[in-house]
């Protein structure tokens, strides 16, 4: 069963614990990142400046597509207020 996304904080909250990201990781992620027809997410000079692919569970990519489809995001996958602007790291910790 999906869970439905309520808001923002949940997908990146699913996320972030998904693939064990910090918070700078998190927020640098770009829908071009992620591959729904082959269930991955690629993960671009991250954690030692090395790039790795991820699989993505089919709940993930269900709430991605949810959140994709409600936002419309186009630069990062997480954006601030103002479109094509990372979501701030300090409203995250705020969050969480």
């Known amino acids: 069963m999906c869970i439905a996304i309520a808001n923002t904080n949940d997908a990146k ?9 910090c ?5 640098a992620l770009r829908p071009i990142h992620s ?3 082959k ?5 671009k000079n991250f954690k030692g400046k090395t790039d790795r ?5 089919s709940k993930i990519l269900e709430m991605l597509r949810e ?3 409600l936002f419309k ?3 990062y996958l997480f954006e601030g207020a103002n479109s094509g602007e990372s979501y701030s790291e300090k409203k995250v910790y ?3």
């Open 13 to 21: 909250f699913n996320f972030w614990q998904c693939f064990g990201l």
């Open 23 to 27: 918070c700078c990781e998190l927020l």
């Open 35 to 37: 591959d729904s027809k």
């Open 39 to 43: 269930n991955i997410v690629l993960l």
């Open 53 to 57: 692919i991820t699989p993505l569970s």
């Open 67 to 69: 959140y994709y489809i």
């Open 73 to 75: 995001r186009k630069t």
């Open 94 to 96: 705020k969050v969480y």
